[in-house]
Each structure stands twice: as C-alpha cells, then as structure tokens.
C-alpha cells in the first residue's frame, strides 16, 4: 500500500478545522510484516537522503513533535531516529522552562537548539507549548514577568506572529521546518494512562500532571487547532496525523519526513576541479603501496 502523508499535510492554515481529521483512519498496511517492511524502507531511503543532506551542509531539517500525553510522541521519535546517522542528528526535548529561559523572550531558547547546517533535529514539543500549555493556562505567564499583563486575543495574536516570522526567517535561511500534531482520540488516551497504571514497566511514565490535563482536552483542542490556523503555510506546514494508530502514526511521519528530503533534491556535491586533481594523485600514490 502506498503511504500517502499529503492527506495530513495542512499549508493553509485559514483553511483548517479539526474536525475535518480524524484520529483513526484506515492503516497504510494490513498486518504486522506489512507495517515493518513499509517502515524499513523507508528509513532506509531516510538515511539515503541525510547523508547528502550532511555532506551538503547547505540546509537543515527541523521536525516539531506536538501532541497531548501519551499521543506516541517518544515512540515515534525512538522509531524515526532509529533510522538516521547520530552524526548528523539530535534530539531537543522542551520541559516547563527554567527560571534563566523565563528571562527571555518565549523563542531563545530554542534559538539555542536549532540544527545547523547539515544536521536533522526533532523538537520533543516547542515554542508552540507557549500558545498551547500557555493558552489553556495563562496564569503560568505570571512567573515570566512579562511587559504585558492582560492574556487577550491580541496577546495571542502577537505570539502567533512571532512563530510566523521566526519559521519565515528560518526558512529563509535553509532551513525547512515540517511540525507533526499527532492526533489521539480522548478515549484512546483513557485507554494508554489505564495501561501505564497496569504496566509495571510503563508506570514511571504517568504523572498525577498527565490526568489533571485531561480535564482541560476541549481547551487544548481549541488551542491546537489555533495554532494551526495561525502558523501553517507551504514552508513549515504541520500535519494533522491520525495517532489512535501508533504503527500507521509512524508510517505517515515517515513518509512527511521522506518526501520532505526528497523535495530538497539534495545530491552529494560534486569535486571541485583541484579536488578531482588531488583525488587522482592520491589514488595513484595509494595504488604504488
Ligand atoms: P514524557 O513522555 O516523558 O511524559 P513529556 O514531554 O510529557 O514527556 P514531561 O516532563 O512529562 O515530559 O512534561 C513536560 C511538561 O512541560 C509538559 O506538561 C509541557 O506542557 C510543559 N512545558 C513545555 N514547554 C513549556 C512552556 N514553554 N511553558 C510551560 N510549560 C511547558
Ligand atoms: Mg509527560
């Protein structure tokens, strides 16, 4: 079966609404054997494109991992990962910030995180928790000491402006961002909290945080969904991934990722001149002994 990401893939965020996704879909594969094959390949072709990414070292790709609790945000990351070069790659996970990050402006510390030239790098959520957790709980802004005092449309509005501006002049600079919402049903995060509390080894992943989060899902939704409308465009879009599915959630990030390298129509550079004449003259040194 062909994996088709582009379904997911929003570049006009005036255009989106949530409920025109969903977070179960028919899968991309129909057994187990199916899914490992489609997900080797690929990772495999992945691979294939970050070393010319790297040994190109015009451009960068910056992934954006956002989701609820429990979404497979850690296992898509250990999936995708898996198949990438370290040397070339990170992972950048983003907590509550530190008392030295509040002192800044919401986006500096990922200014400090971003991938150079070359390199992959996957954002474990973002500056986008700044318009998610944030927009759901405002009152967490009064430890930033903020010039402004009031939370309104306008205040959001500005941030969202910032995100816009900040990925425009990323993207100007080689950069391509594609950012992931993966998409769970609230009763399919029901279903993956009961099964921490079960699960002695899963049991450290559950907090008393991740349950009283849930009471506020309608206003996270809400402040996903804005988010989209307000930062995806054709240079960074986001992809509205149907999660209920943690196998078929990998394939699609796959493909994006995939099809996302390919467009960059990277190839390894070519010797320059004197180069080829120095390849040569060491071959024929090399080829004596
Ligand atoms: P895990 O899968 O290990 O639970 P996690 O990403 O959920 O990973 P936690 O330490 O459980 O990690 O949670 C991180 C918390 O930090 C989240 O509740 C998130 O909303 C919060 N956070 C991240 N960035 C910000 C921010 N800018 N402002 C406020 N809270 C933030
Ligand atoms: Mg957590």
Known sequence: ???????????????????????????FYADKTEYKTQLKEN??????????????GKFS???ILQAMDAAGKDGTIKHVMSGLNPQGCRV????????????????????????QRGEIVIFNRSYYEDVLVARVHPEILDVANLPDTKFGRSFWENRYKAIRDYEQHLSRNG????????????????????????????????????????KYWDEYMNAFEKAIQNSACPASPWYCVPADDKKNARLIVSDAILQTLKDMKLSYPEPTLSHANVLEMLREKLEEN
């Open 175 to 214: 950069t391509r961002i594609i950012k992931f919402f993966l998409y769970i049903s609230k009763e399919e995060q029901r279903l993956r909290l009961l099964d921490r509390i079960n699960n002695p080894e899963k049991n450290w992943k559950l907090s008393l945080n991740d349950f009283e989060e849930r």
């Open 92 to 115: 950048e996970s983003f907590k509550q910030p530190s008392a030295l990050e509040l002192k800044h402006s919401f986006l500096w510390r990922s200014t400090l995180r971003l991938p």
């Open 43 to 56: 990772l495999e072709e992945m691979s294939d494109q970050q070393g010319k990414l790297y040994a190109t």
């Open 1 to 27: 079966m062909i994996i088709d990401s582009n379904k997911f893939r929003i570049t006009d965020g005036r255009k989106f609404h949530l409920k025109d996704f969903s977070t179960a879909v028919d899968p």
């Open 61 to 63: 790709l910056l992934i």
